[in-house]
């Protein structure tokens, strides 16, 4: 596939097998049973697109996108040859109107596989002072590039804590709603090391400002612990 290097599709092909097996369908039972409908957040990111595009190959699923916005849409129509009636535009920091109805596009759903994540947006003032130390790191025999030297943002209202942490409780609650029984969530390791360098991206060099991206992640993953105890 164009978009992705063959490590960055290990999660997603395990996750693909998984579902299979965790459902026990054989071929025969997978060919004779209606097709199993599967929504995929994130579905425009690096990982979302690689679930997305596997489930929507494979007969035995019907496959349903959720993407931040209609411009991730046409991105993902561009990478994976999908229609718009299979997407559905949803931005999981924003809150909710109160007593807003399940979309009929979702309705049916037997599983949900989460791979939202907020996204980082460098600074290009910062790559520019580590581009210009270059020189000087040459002649000091250090590394040439400091990629740590890097500075990272998070747009207004999409940092880790609406989108990691309340978006991914939004989507647990939607998956209850809809009465799925079987979520799976595209986390990352270190949720339990605040001193990760994932953790500082969007913070400033004195620590302040958004970020613990690792630490929301894993809060999200205990809310999903908690509430699945009361619907499985
Ligand atoms: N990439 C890897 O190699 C890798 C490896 C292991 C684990 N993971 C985990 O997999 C998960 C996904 O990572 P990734 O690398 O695929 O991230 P990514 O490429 O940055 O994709 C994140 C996705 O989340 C969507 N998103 C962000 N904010 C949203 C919002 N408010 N509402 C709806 N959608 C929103 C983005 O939409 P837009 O397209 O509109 O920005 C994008 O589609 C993360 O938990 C990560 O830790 C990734």
Redesign the pocket.
Known sequence: MAFSTL??MV?AIALVLALAVLWGSSIAEALSSPPRKVLV??????????VFSLLKENPSYSTVG????E??AK??MKNVDCDLDQLFV?????VPEDGEDVPQLLKGADAMV??????PRISKMSVLKQILKIPLNVVRRKPPLYFRGFRFHYAE??NPE???YE?QKRQVDLAKKLGIKHVV?????GGTDPDNF?NSIGKDKDGNGDGD??LW?RKAEKYLVEVSLSFH
């Open positions: 490590s960055s999660p957040t994130g579905a425009s990111g690096r990982t979302g697109k690689i959720l993407v931040r916005s411009a991730s991105q993902l949803s931005d999981v920091a924003a989460i791979c939202t994540s907020a996204v209202g999409q609406m989108v990691d978006g969530v595209v986390s990352s390791m994932l991206i690792l992640k």
